[in-house]
């Protein structure tokens, strides 16, 4: 990603990279098999160019490939890119940490009361 | 600070949800700040915004209710429940309903305090009545819209596999 600093925050990063509706909407066309641009600018009633647009932003966070095929390229969705976004638990678990860490500042706290030395 | 680690959570089954962490203080403080409506408020939030309601009554049959107000988004989440089993500074068996999910079943919650060498283990054993449900809930911890992203995703992942 590092070529890429220079760019926008929001096309340089698989999560940001896929808030965008569209390009969710291309990703679930692509989660059917690989696509010509074309086919899915078809599929999803939208023009070429924006289809375009929108599977380079997707190519330079890793989240879709691109193989030659004949005159034609296909895109692909590459599953292994997108496992940061798929790990839920690890979102859940990092909700907990935060919530525990604050019952750290409060336990600290009980404790000096106990101890005399606090309020 | 005497920050003791991050919470360990894993899906010990398609339903539950089990979440450990160990903190640096004996299991009677421990329960104290789990159990007192004013201590709740300062730790709740996960530093994710504002706690609004702590409500605990806390004895079999009792009811308890928290909420919180969302920094990003200001929209407020709640939970609710019902406690079914005190062992005090042991042992809290409660229901757990999410409001933002009315039809949804309640999780049955089993808190437990284990001491040792003046350390406490808390261990929260969350199961719920499906996979749907288990699941939605851990997804209530990702950020506002990723959740969106994660049901496409889901759908991604297993076209890619095919």
Redesign the interface.
Known sequence: MISHMARAATTTDV?NA??EPQR?AI??A????ERPVGELARGLALPQPQVSKHLRVLREVGAVSVREAGRQRLY????PA?KP??D??G??????????????????Q??RR?GGDGR | MTSTGTARVTLPTDEQILIVRDFDAPRQLVWEALTTPALVRRWWHARRGEVTVVEIDLRVGGRWRYAMTAASGGFEVAFHGEYREIVPHERIVSTEAYEGAPDAAPALTTTTLEERDGRTTLTILVEHASRAERDAHVESGMEDGLQDALDLLEQVASGSRA
Request: charged share 30%.
């Open positions: 999560f896929v808030a969710r990703l679930g692509l989660a059917n098999g692909r969705v590459n599953g997108l976004i798929h839920w638990v979102h859940f678990e990092r909700l907990w940490s935060d919530r525990f860490d604050a019952l750290d500042d409060v336990l600290e009980l404790k106990e």
